[in-house]
């Protein structure tokens, strides 16, 4: 499995075209204008600083688990998870840019809900990002692991419809059901993307979303979009070349079940254990911000930080697609 796939040739196409674009309309139109975000100039340093935000989004926990668990079950359904990463990123970013398009259109009241953090819409936010964000991970965990009970009863001699039952019964099965069921292609993953950047909760967006803010009021609407757009393009690189890795990793794994089946099995354990930990950090936030719950379990787990989690996901990827290289070649060599 050393060739690329057509969707991931795209992903990388993509990438580098917002890349190109940002970086271009940056050099283009806002370096020679020397124009002004708030009390500094809009040189390279504030390009730098919305490029870095949106790598930075891009290794938030809830992204890594929701690419890395949808890629985990698209390829037990046979498709090419290549493009999740992507889509996801261009429907959460969609978000931030028709957010800052509106600000700098004018609309002075969003920019003053977004900067208070006690707006209705900061409130609504609030509830809204971690819910939506906590329930799809439940629900893809919950999915996945139903694939590992039929693996592992496949490997006891059973039938490949062992475990299906878990996802019949009551209306929280339903919902998991329905979920897993409807989440059938890649592109889906930019609705998913979508609710969940609805929820401004990250510091990385509201960051972005306050600079750009200032930056409109004072320059031209083209050259304050730059910001989200190199927003977009960070973003848009490192969750695309997330999910070619994961895509290429689930792929080798699944390939030949009968010699990868406990390799198989401990990726897909990772991804239910990951996805199940921060779905279920996000609830106990919502009820204790929220609801007000305080309950110390609850609070204890709330309290739980998540900031550099979503690098060590991915450090560990990395480590798991290294040790299937190592051992596809070692295969190789015995073979020969």
């Known amino acids: 499995m050393n060739h690329m796939t057509p969707a991931a040739r795209r992903v990388l196409i993509v990438a580098g075209a917002l890349l190109v674009a940002g970086w271009g309309l940056f050099a283009l139109v ?18 730098v600083t919305a490029f870095v935000l949106g790598m930075r989004h891009a290794f ?27 889509w996801f990123a261009l429907g959460h970013s969609t978000v931030v840019l028709v957010t800052v398009g509106l600000v700098t259109a004018g609309v002075g009241a969003l920019s003053a809900q977004i900067g208070d953090e006690d707006s209705p819409l900061a409130v609504f936010t609030g ?7 906590s329930v799809f991970l439940l629900a893809m965990a919950t999915a ?20 299906r039952g878990w996802l019949s019964g009551g209306p929280v099965s339903l919902i998991i059901a329905r979920t897993a069921a409807t989440l059938d292609a890649p592109w889906k993953m930019f ?34 979009m730059v910001l989200p757009l190199l927003f977009t393009a960070g973003m848009v690189t490192c969750d695309g070349l997330n999910s070619i ?28 254990a990951v996805a199940f930990l921060v779905g279920t950090v996000g609830l106990c936030g919502v009820l204790v911000d929220s609801a007000g719950v305080r309950w110390a379990p609850v609070e204890a787990i709330a309290a739980t930080d998540l ?5 060590i996901i991915v450090a560990a990827l990395l480590l798991a697609g290294l040790t299937s290289w190592i051992i596809s070649r070692s295969q190789r060599g015995a073979a020969a």
């Open 245 to 272: 890795v994961t895509a290429r990793l689930y792929r080798w794994s699944a390939e030949r079940p009968d010699r990868r089946r406990r390799y198989n099995a401990a990726l897909i354990l990772v991804s239910v």
């Open 307 to 311: 900031d550099s989690f979503g690098v």
């Open 30 to 47: 806002v370096a020679p204008g020397d124009y002004q975000a708030g009390t500094s100039t809009f040189g390279i340093g504030l390009a």
């Open 191 to 224: 609705v998913v993307g979508l609710l969940f950047g609805l929820g401004f909760d990250t510091a990385s967006t509201i960051t972005l979303l306050l600079i750009a803010g200032g930056a409109g009021v004072v320059m031209p609407w083209y050259a304050a």
């Open 144 to 163: 996945n692991l139903v694939i590992l009970v039929r693996l592992l009863g496949r490997a006891r001699g059973g039938t490949a419809a062992d475990g």
């Open 127 to 133: 509830v809204w990002g971690p819910t939506v964000s």
């Open 60 to 86: 938030d926990a809830d992204h890594i688990a929701a690419i890395d668990n949808t890629s985990r079950k698209l390829v037990d359904d046979r498709k090419d998870p290549s493009s999740v990463g992507l």
